[in-house]
C-alpha cells in the first residue's frame, strides 16, 4: 500500500492507496438557514461521520405510498424491459430503478421537497441538481448483497464528477432491521479515498450495476477503514431518512429474511461541480445514470 | 397448500405442506439433573422458542483456542483436500470443515464437556451421540449466506434420522453481531415442519453443502413461521452457545464485513433415534456427515 497525494487518482495502478480527502465534508454557502437545515449539532455530526440518520423525517403513511410507486415503476419498468431497470445477478427479479425521478412524478415532486433539498443545499453549500437517483429493491428471501464501496470513486473515474461536492439522500421505504440487509456505513471513512486497483472496460456499467468488479476497494483498505472507524448500521422504521456523503464508504448484506428491504436514493450534486470527461478515455456512462443533459439547479416545493 | 398428517414426509409431492410436529421437544429421562441442566425456567424457553442461548457459557480465552484450532483445521483439511473440507461456492475458500471430532483432539473433548453435554442429555432425555459435527468458517468479505432450512428435514430424508431427537449445539468461536451475518431462528417454528417439494438427486449432499437446492421450504411456509414467530439473531460474544431443535428453521445472511463468523457445531442425537434407510430410494451419506458406524454413546469427561 502506497501513501500518494495526488488528487483522486484510481483504476490507473496496479497497488491500492489510500489518499487523504482534499475536499471540505460541508460547505459554507446560502442556504444555512433553510426551514428543514440541520442544527449545528447535527452538522457536526455528519462532518465527524460522514451521515446523519433522521429517524421518522417523513410519516409512514408517506413511506408506503413511495413503497407502492416505487414496486409499480420496478413492475412496469421490468415489464417494458426499459435500461432503467436493472435485473439482479443471475435473475430476472428487479434489483433497482433508475431514474425515478424522471419516471415518476411522485419522486419528481419528493426531490424538491424541502426536507430533502434544504439539507442537501444547506451541506453542499450551492444549488443543487440530481446527479442519480434510484431504487433499490433488495427483495426478501432473495435479495443480494451490495458490496463496499465509496460512490465518488466510480462518479470520479466513470462519470468525470470533479470534487467530493456531492452526497446521497436515502429514504427508508420499508423498516430497515438487523435481518433484512440494512445499509451499513463506516464512521469517518469519507476523510479517506480508497484508490482501487484495475482498468474499467467501456461499458462497464450494465454489469457493475448487477455485481461491482471494477472500483472495488481491497480488503487491507477496508480493513484500515473499519478499524479506526468501526461499523454502523441505519436501522429504522419507514421513511427514516440517511444523507451521506459521496465518499462514505457504504454496502449491505443479503437478505434471506421475507421482508423486502427497499431504499430511494437521490444523489444531489452541487451545481458547481457538474461533470466532466471520465477518466481514463471511457465513454460517458448513460443519462439515467449521470445526468448530464437533463440536471437543471432544482426548484424547491 | 395441503395440511397433511402423516408423519414427516417431503420431496414426494409437488405440493409444499405444513405437518405438525408429532414428537416431544424435551425428553423426559435420567440426566434431568445433571451438573450443568438448563433450569426449569431455561428449559420452558427451550420447549416454547425451540432454541436457548446461553451467553458466556465458555469463556472467551477458551473460543480463542477454539478458533485457532478451527483456522488450522481448515488450512489443512483445505490443502490436503480432504472430503470434510467444503469450499464456499464458485470459490476455493474453506466454508465448512466436517467431522471436526474425529479431526481434531480438541473438540473430541470438547463434545464430551459437561458444559455441553448435560444439556444436550437432558433435552434428549437419553444417551447421547454426535450425528454430526463441523465448523461454519464464514470469512469476513466475502462469507456466503446459508438459506432458511430445518436440519431434520435434511436428516430424516438423506439419512434416515426417524424422529426429532435430536439437537445442535453451535459455539460461537467469533462475536456474531449484526454486521456479520448471525445465526437467525424462527422462535416456534420447531412445532411444524415444512414438507418440500421435488425429488432428491443421488449423490446430492455433493453440492447441497455448499448450496442447498433440494430440501428447501417454500416462501408461503416460511412467511407462514416468521409471522407466527418473529425472527431471533443470535447475537453474543465468542464463547456464547445456543442449543436448536432439530427441526426449528434458521439460515443466516452473508458477510461482507472484515469480520469473520465462525461457528462450531455439535449434532447431538438420542441413541434411541439412531439413523435408518434414507427415504426415496437414497444412498446413505457419508459417515462424516452422518455417523452411523462410528457412532458410540458418548462418555462424559
Known sequence: MVLVSDIYQSRSDNEAAIILRQDPVVYPGPHAKGEFALSEHQLRNYRKNGFIQLRGLLSREEAAG????????????????????????????????FRVHGLSAVFERLMRDGRLLDVARQILGSEVYIHQSRVNLKPGFSGREFYWHSDFETWHIEDGMPRMRALSC????????????????VPGSH???????????????????????????????LGFLVQRGGLQSTKGPAGSVVFFDCNTMHGSNGN??????????????????????????????????AARENAPALQRL
Open 191 to 221: 476523510m479517506h479515498y480508497i484508490s482501487c486497483i484495475g482498468q474499467t472496460p467501456q461499458d462497464h456499467y450494465r454489469q457493475s450495476l448487477r455485481k461491482q468488479e471494477y472500483g472495488v476497494p481491497d480488503e487491507t483498505s
Open 256 to 289: 434471506i429474511s421475507p421482508f423486502p428491504r427497499s431504499n430511494l436514493f437521490f444523489v444531489y450534486n452541487s451545481v458547481d461541480n457538474r461533470l466532466g470527461n471520465p477518466r481514463g478515455g471511457l465513454q460517458p456512462r448513460p443519462e439515467f445514470i
Open 66 to 97: 413511495l413503497l407502492c410507486e416505487a414496486r409499480n415503476l420496478a413492475a412496469t419498468s421490468g415489464e417494458r424491459g426499459l435500461p432503467e431497470a436493472v435485473l439482479e445477478p443471475g435473475s430476472d427479479v428487479v434489483r433497482s430503478v
Open 170 to 185: 436515502v429514504v427508508l421505504l420499508t423498516e430497515n432491521s438487523e435481518f433484512n440487509g440494512p445499509l451499513m456505513l
